[in-house]
């Protein structure tokens, strides 16, 4: 049965969903924001965790100031308060996408509220080797929305995409946010610095989290698999496969959540990654 409830901090209402039994496991949503981007995945991980997944705020339930840009440090303190109301000391910690480079921050910040981290696809852009070429992607993708409107923005936002192929046709769209109402926040005000965001991976490594980072089996050389193999090798941290592209752990949600299980288990009992 899942329950829902809100907490109240720096002026916003966060709204969050939790179901299951177990440990805390916090899930964290990139673009577009909303808890129900979790929604599927939770059914097959409730068994073993109690899974907490939340409207980042702005974005579906929950409020907050919708007139200025994703604050990355606000997002971490965020995912900080749901962990509190649900009276976790730690919680395991899932990110995709945005959701990753969120949950990185956290590892910045917050480093005790974490029992074990999965950084699944985070696209730090900075990092790769070709950064100009993708963060002047980044701004052409927000140029377009300013000028042209969601659509266009999320044409050449899905134009990035991998591993999408003779898939369902709305994959594509999901990816891009659209899953949700949100599309249009998330173009004006989270998509730049979530794109743009460059993770202080020596504070990280210094903070010690246990911590893999993921990439899709069918995500190949997309910029963001690229870049949680970079992660990877700059935290010295295991780098794991993961079933599907980007969208893995929504139409895949049953394998995906095995492989997302196995991957705690190991942080956990110290098989996959030692504090460093």
């Not at 999965?118 to 963060?135: K, M, N, Q, R």
Request: with cysteine.
């Amino acid at each position: 049965m899942t329950m829902t409830q809100s907490i109240r901090t720096e002026g916003a209402d966060i709204v969050y969903d939790y179901e299951g039994n177990g440990p805390l496991l916090l899930m964290i949503s990139g673009g577009g924001g909303a808890a129900e981007h979790y929604a599927r995945i939770s059914g097959f991980l409730a068994e073993h965790y109690t899974v907490v997944r939340y409207d980042r705020r702005g974005n579906s339930r929950s409020t907050g100031d919708t007139t200025i840009d994703l604050d990355m440090a606000q997002q971490a303190r965020d995912a900080v308060a749901v962990i509190r109301a649900m009276s976790g000391e730690q919680a395991y910690v899932f990110g995709s996408s945005g959701g990753a480079n969120i949950a990185l921050q956290l590892a910045t910040d917050h480093p005790d509220v974490i029992r074990a981290l999965v950084a699944h696809e985070g696209p730090t852009s900075p990092l790769l080797p070709d950064a100009d070429t993708w963060l002047a992607f980044a701004e052409r993708v927000h140029s377009t929305f300013t000028t042209e409107g969601a659509e266009a923005a999320f044409k050449i936002f899905a134009s990035a995409l991998v591993g999408f192929d003779g898939a369902n046709p709305q994959q594509a769209r999901v990816a891009a946010g659209e899953m949700t109402t949100n599309a249009e926040f998330f173009m004006a005000r989270e998509y730049l610095p979530l794109a743009t965001f460059s993770p202080d991976l020596d504070t990280i490594r210094r903070n010690k989290v246990p911590m893999v980072t993921a990439a899709g089996r069918e995500s190949d050389s997309a910029y963001y698999a690229r870049t949680a193999r970079i992660q990877a090798e700059r935290l010295s941290c295991p780098i794991l496969e993961f079933p599907g592209n980007h969208l893995g752990f929504i139409f895949e949600a049953a394998s995906f959540a095995t492989t997302l299980r196995g991957a705690l288990d190991d942080l956990t009992s110290g098989t996959a990654s030692q504090r460093r």
